[in-house]
């Protein structure tokens, strides 16, 4: 939970290609104090069945910006099926030719406010994502 001094952060992913939340996705957590300072991690999760992560860490006192890394591959991967007539596949891996994620890794950087709480929702789908602040 948030103080004056601290911001704190939450996430979601709802997978659009399905209309469900998207279980299993590792989300990892990081922190800087400023525009050209070092991004250090905060910890990781994974979202649960609901798709959120409930157990993020606040960021310190003195964050400015918060970045969150989505491993959304391994999750992709699970749903991939033949594509029915006239869509396209996912790209192959050239080297086992087994499919893979167009996109592997979702990352989101955003400003943080401290006193605020963060909520960034993020929208996946096999060839597309969208994010944004939500309450």
């Known amino acids: 939970m948030s103080t ?3 911001a704190s952060v939450s996430t979601h992913i709802l997978d659009t290609s399905v209309g469900r939340p998207a279980p299993g996705v590792a989300v990892r957590l990081l922190a800087r104090s ?3 300072a070092d991004w250090q991690p905060l910890g990781s ?6 798709g959120r992560c409930k157990d ?3 960021p310190p006192e ?9 491993a959304v591959e391994t999750y ?4 991939v099926k033949k594509p029915a007539e006239g869509q396209q596949e996912a790209p192959a891996d050239r080297g086992s030719g087994a499919p893979r994620a167009f996109f592997p890794e979702v990352t989101v950087t955003f400003a943080v406010m401290p006193g605020e709480h963060h909520h960034v929702p993020l929208l996946l789908s096999p060839f ?3 994010v944004y602040r939500g309450s």
């Not at 999760?45 to 609901?50: G, I, K, W």
Request: glycine share 10%; hydrophobic share 25%.
């Open 4 to 6: 004056d001094t601290t």
């Open 128 to 130: 597309g994502y969208s």
């Open 62 to 70: 003195g964050t400015t910006h918060v970045r969150l890394d989505f």
């Open 76 to 79: 992709l991967a699970r749903l």
């Open 45 to 50: 999760s994974a979202t649960d069945t609901d």
């Open 34 to 36: 400023g525009r050209d």
């Open 56 to 58: 993020l860490p606040d």
